[in-house]
Nanobody, 119 residues
Framework: QVQLVESGGGLVQTGGSLRLSCAAS????????MGWFRQPPGKEREFVAS????????YYAASVKGRFAIVRNNAKNTVYLQMNSLKPEDTAVYYC????????????WGQGTQVTVSS
């Protein structure tokens, strides 16, 4: 069973930066993306960013493109989400996820870390 351990959340002022980390206990066979989703207060969970573990292709939600950057470290089975120019609307619980490329593959989720951006 793959376990994901997140760290790096916290409270920051508007315009500030935070870096989230997510380490996987092991990496399943190919065909996975590792990345982040978030759930703002009172809203549905939404995609933020991910990286293909096989070829490093990155994907971003339009709302964070240009402000957030996702980086992988293959040797450590870890991804980092560098979040810059943070806005109050970025406030959410951020979940690390290891998602399969097909519905037949098992997805894995972290427990979540709170990011709060004060105005």
């Amino acid at each position: 069973q793959v376990q994901l351990v997140e760290s790096g959340g916290g409270l920051v002022q508007t315009g500030g930066s935070l870096r989230l980390s997510c380490a996987a206990s092991e990496m399943p066979f190919s065909g996975y993306k590792m990345g982040w989703f978030r759930q703002p207060p009172g809203k549905e969970r939404e995609f933020v960013a991910s990286v293909s573990w096989s070829d490093g292709t990155t994907y971003y939600a339009a709302s964070v493109k240009g402000r957030f950057a996702i980086v992988r470290n293959n040797a450590k089975n870890t991804v980092y989400l560098q979040m810059n120019s943070l806005k109050p609307e970025d406030t959410a619980v951020y979940y690390c996820a290891l998602t399969g490329d097909t519905p037949l593959m098992t997805d894995y989720w972290g427990q979540g870390t709170q990011v709060t951006v004060s105005s």
